[in-house]
C-alpha cells in the first residue's frame, strides 16, 4: 500500500539556519503530496500542497517540490525562525485530500 | 475560516467506561469528517472516515464495535470509545473536508483530543 517515509528528528536547528526536512512515499498512482504543521498544544495545519509531478507548493518561506523521479517531497526554508518550532508531517493522499497516507513526523526545534 | 473544534480537550475515565467525543466544523459544513488516533511521537493513522447520513468506513483492524462514529449532522461527527481500557488511551484527531479552499479538497483538522483510561 502507499507510504510516507520522513527523515528521523528531532532536528535541532539554530535560527536563520537553512532547513530541509527529507520525504519520499510510494504510491500506485500519482498522488496529491501535502505538509502538515502542528504547533504545540494545536491541531495539525496545512502548510503546503502539490497535486502534480513538478509542481511546487510554498507558503510562509517553505517550499516543497514534487519529484516524481525521485518519488520526494522534501520541505525546505532558507531561514528559519525560532517560531517554526513545530512537528512536521509530510502526507499523500490517491483521492484528493481524502484519506491521507502520513509519514512518522519530524519534531524540528530551533534555538535563539 | 475553516475551523474544526473538539471536545473535550482531555478526559480521563476508568477502564469499562464510554467516553464521547465531538468534533464541530465552525463556520464551514462538512460533508466528510474523518477520525485519527495519534500515539506518542509516531505518525497519525486513520481510524475512520465518516460521511454525513451514512454509516462509517472503517480502516483495517479498527474494531467498530468499539469505536461508535455518528455523523448526524453536517457540522457534527462523534467517536465514542465502548468500553474503554488502558490501551485505548491516545490521542484522538478528527478532520473535516472543507471544498472552500479553492483548487482541491482540503482536510481541516481539529486540536485532538487526549484520553487516558486508568
Known amino acids: 500500500g502507499d507510504s510516507v517515509t520522513q527523515m528521523e528528528g528531532p532536528v535541532t536547528l539554530s535560527e536563520e539556519a537553512f532547513l530541509t526536512i527529507n520525504c519520499t512515499y510510494t504510491?500506485?498512482?500519482?498522488?496529491?503530496l501535502f505538509w502538515y504543521v502542528q504547533y504545540p498544544g494545536e491541531g495539525l495545519q496545512l502548510l503546503l500542497k502539490?497535486?502534480?509531478?513538478?509542481d511546487k507548493g510554498s507558503n510562509k518561506g517553505f517550499e516543497a517540490t514534487y519529484r516524481k523521479e525521485t518519488t520526494s517531497f522534501h520541505l525546505e526554508k532558507g531561514s528559519v525562525q525560532v517560531s517554526d518550532s513545530a512537528v512536521y508531517f509530510c502526507?499523500?493522499?490517491?483521492?484528493?485530500?481524502?484519506?491521507?497516507?502520513f509519514g512518522q513526523g519530524t519534531r524540528l526545534t530551533i534555538n535563539p | 475560516g475553516a475551523v474544526v473544534s473538539q471536545h473535550p480537550s482531555r478526559v480521563i475515565c476508568k477502564s469499562g467506561t464510554s467516553v464521547k467525543i465531538e468534533c464541530r466544523s465552525l463556520?464551514?459544513?462538512?460533508?466528510?469528517m474523518f477520525w485519527y488516533r495519534q500515539f506518542p511521537k509516531q505518525s497519525l493513522m486513520l481510524m475512520a472516515t465518516?460521511?454525513?447520513?451514512?454509516?462509517?468506513?472503517?480502516e483495517q483492524g479498527v474494531e467498530k464495535d468499539k469505536f461508535l462514529i455518528n455523523h448526524a449532522s453536517l457540522t457534527l461527527s462523534t467517536l465514542t470509545v465502548t468500553s474503554a481500557h488502558p490501551e485505548d488511551s491516545s490521542f484522538y484527531i478528527c478532520?473535516?473536508?472543507?471544498?472552500?479552499?479553492?483548487?482541491?479538497?482540503?482536510?481541516?483538522f481539529g486540536p485532538g483530543t487526549r484520553l487516558t483510561v486508568l
Open positions: 478532520s473535516a473536508l472543507s471544498p472552500l479552499a479553492g483548487a482541491g479538497d482540503t482536510q481541516y
Open positions: 504510491a500506485t498512482g500519482y498522488p496529491s
Open positions: 502539490a497535486t502534480k509531478a513538478d
Open positions: 502526507a499523500l493522499s490517491d483521492q484528493g485530500a481524502q484519506k491521507l497516507v
Open positions: 463556520d464551514f459544513q462538512a460533508t466528510t
Open positions: 465518516s460521511n454525513e447520513g451514512s454509516k462509517a468506513t472503517y
